[in-house]
């Protein structure tokens, strides 16, 4: 287990992710999207801790261990931790292609 602190960042790209998912949930239900997004946020949150909570992403190509990915609410939120940082890089919905990075 890690003992420091993290600092979470969202990279754009993953912040309009998470908006385009808010909004497609959002037809159907504001506040099923509501709820969506605050469990997404809340998993990411517990990454703070403890980076290491979340098992290796099996996507990225040689991945050192720093990659992780998660599935909540049948999207899949991929993050590197580095330097105290944890970088959201991407939020995608679990019946899209993976793609290899």
């Not at 912040?15 to 037809?27: D, G, M, R, T, V």
């Not at 605050?38 to 990659?67: C, F, H, R, T, W």
């Not at 909540?72 to 993050?79: A, L, M, P």
Request: charge should be positive; glycine fraction near 2%; charged fraction near 25%.
């Amino acid at each position: 287990m890690v003992n420091e602190k993290y600092s979470i960042v969202w990279t754009k790209s993953s912040q309009q992710q998470l908006k385009h998912a808010f909004n497609y949930i959002s037809e159907d239900s504001p506040k099923n999207a509501h709820k969506v997004i605050e469990d997404i946020y809340a998993a990411v949150n517990k990454a703070i801790s403890n980076p290491e909570v979340y098992g290796p992403d099996k996507y990225k190509m040689n991945n050192d261990g720093s990659y992780r990915a998660f599935e909540k609410h049948r999207y899949r939120i991929f993050y590197r931790f580095t330097n105290n940082i944890i970088l959201v890089l991407r939020v995608r919905h679990t019946s899209r292609n993976p793609k290899s990075y």
